[in-house]
């Protein structure tokens, strides 16, 4: 769910996007790295630089992400780490509704302790510098995202 929510945020920063039905599709995986170190939890998306199409993973306690249907060609690459500073407790969702009698059960919050906090502007598509260029062949690709503060 947070996958489909960051490949919304970051292509809406593009402007508005659509699956093209004649979109190549390939697979690309990786590391994450900010100053050299794991970036532990977020999401990385692909971005087609003509806007036809977006993907997204979750990034790996490891460090590492798998997009299996990234776009090919030119893409932009964003980086989302900010909804995963703090995991939900157990109780955790919406607000309780009192009509509803659901007992006052409260969302409790914990500190991520894989997270690591990534530059705002690599969230933007419009302001992030990770570029790359996914192969139209199909064949799987290695692209290692580096960032810097």
């Given amino acids: 769910m ?11 920063a593009l402007g508005p996007v659509g699956c093209s039905g004649g979109a190549k599709l390939g697979p690309v995986s990786g590391s994450v790295t900010l100053d050299g170190q794991p970036v532990t939890a977020g999401v990385v998306t ?3 630089a003509d806007r036809s199409n977006t993907a997204s993973a979750e990034i ?12 090919t ?14 995991i939900l407790g157990p109780g955790s969702g919406p607000p309780p509704d009192p009509a509803a009698g659901s007992g006052g059960v409260k ?43």
């Fill in 73 to 86: 060609g030119e893409v932009v690459i964003c980086v989302k780490t900010r909804d995963h500073e703090f």
């Fill in 107 to 149: 969302t409790t919050q914990k500190k991520n302790p894989l997270f690591v906090r990534t530059p705002e502007k690599y969230e933007d598509a419009t302001r992030t510098d990770l570029r790359a260029t996914v192969p139209a062949t199909g064949a799987p690709t290695t692209f290692d995202v580096k960032m810097t503060k």
């Fill in 46 to 48: 692909f971005v087609a």
């Fill in 60 to 71: 790996t306690p490891e460090g590492t992400y798998s997009i299996p249907d990234a776009p």
């Fill in 2 to 12: 947070r996958t489909v929510f960051c490949a919304a945020l970051c292509a809406a």
